[in-house]
């Protein structure tokens, strides 16, 4: 386990970089001249955030678009945080050098648009693992494309991949995530697992040449509540 960083910046904020190296650090910016109030603040958010640490220990994570951005730095955390976590992606995602423990994580490739890879992907995790208990979306494309500019028109093909991959990818991982939940014991809370899909604020503020990338997400935004509707009976929880 490595250390905490606690950085202290009294009357301004703070930008720190490169911290990926530690395990778990905090950032305090307080506007404040009284020393033992800020230190009283970060003893309170280190206790709170000491209690999140291992709160996932034992649970098992699919997460799709793991190779990198959003998808790996979720990844990353479930481990950290002590899920046992499986890093999809179409490539398979390098992970030696993230300084994980190798037997609580699975890298594997994955085109979340087809059903036999999705089928497979989640069989090996379930035969590595034992089940999936959360299922979270970041597989994802974007294209910068005017519905009609000077180059012509928004080519078909464009729009379909994005749907296919973004919309469709997102409800085909759901859905048999799902299926492997449905069969979870649920907790005392009557839980068997949670999704989480991925949208963007583009579903509701989609900026020029964003067509294809807006309507994918604004998808994603729409299907989840019936998704969770539907799922709510097996004590699945799904959130956007």
Request: charged letters at 15%; glycine letters at 8%; one cysteine or more.
């Amino acid at each position: 386990m490595r250390v905490w960083v606690i950085w202290l910046e009294v009357g301004r904020h703070v930008v720190i970089n490169n911290l990926s190296r530690f395990d778990r650090f905090v950032v305090v910016s307080i506007r404040s001249n009284l020393p033992h109030l800020v230190m009283s603040y970060t003893i309170k958010l280190i206790q709170q955030i000491d209690r999140m640490s291992g709160k996932f220990a034992g649970a098992v994570a699919v997460v799709t678009g793991a190779a990198q951005g959003l998808g790996l730095a979720t990844a990353v955390r479930l481990a950290r945080q002590g899920a046992k976590v499986a890093f999809l992606d179409l490539k398979t995602p390098v992970v030696g050098s993230l300084g994980l423990d190798s037997k609580n994580i699975l890298p594997l490739s994955c085109d979340v648009t087809d059903e036999q890879q999705v089928q497979a992907a989640l069989g090996a995790v379930v035969n590595q693992f034992g089940t999936v208990n959360f299922a979270v979306n970041c597989a994802g494309i974007a294209v910068a494309v005017k519905t009609l500019s000077k180059k012509g028109v928004h080519p078909l093909a464009q729009f379909q991949k994005v749907l296919t991959i973004n919309t469709v990818g997102t409800f085909n991982v759901a859905r048999l995530s799902a299926e492997i939940m449905s069969k979870n014991t649920p907790d005392k809370d009557g839980d068997r697992g949670v999704i989480v899909n991925t949208a963007s604020v583009a579903a509701f503020d989609g900026q020029i040449g964003q067509a294809a990338y807006a309507a994918s997400k604004g998808a994603v935004a729409a299907m989840t509540l019936p998704l969770a509707r539907d799922l709510a009976p097996f004590g699945i929880r799904v959130n956007t």
